[in-house]
Nanobody
Framework: QVQLVESGGGLVQPGGSLRLSCAAS????????MGWYRQAPGKQRELVAT???????TYADSVKGRFTISRDNAKNTVYLQMNSLKPEDTAVYYC??????????????WGQGTQVTVSS
């Protein structure tokens, strides 16, 4: 069994910052690509940012220059630092990881989601 547990969401005013964390635990042998997605009410889930095991990153155009994805491979954890938040960033944020388990199976896993609300 593999679990991804997110934390760090909440309510913040426009222009504020939040830092999300997502830790993988359980039968984890190796973690490949990790990423953050978000889903706003009435909209499809969209990719926010990704990071490879070597540290290469990609970002959605809407968050470039404001969000930073990073990871700690020793802790099996991925982070999303969100600065200059806007109301349109309001969504449930999900982490995703491509994981090789200690049984030799490889697949994608999702966290349960954490709510981010940007409002005055």
């Amino acid at each position: 069994q593999v679990q991804l547990v997110e934390s760090g969401g909440g309510l913040v005013q426009p222009g504020g910052s939040l830092r999300l964390s997502c830790a993988a635990s359980g039968s984890v042998s190796l973690i490949y690509l990790m990423g953050w997605y978000r889903q706003a009410p009435g909209k499809q889930r969209e990719l926010v940012a990704t990071i490879t095991s070597g540290g290469s990153t990609t970002y959605a155009d809407s968050v470039k220059g404001r969000f930073t994805i990073s990871r700690d491979n020793a802790k099996n954890t991925v982070y999303l630092q969100m600065n200059s938040l806007k109301p349109e960033d309001t969504a449930v944020y999900y982490c995703n990881a491509n994981i090789l388990t200690d049984r030799g199976a490889r697949g994608g896993y999702w966290g349960q989601g954490t709510q981010v609300t940007v409002s005055s």
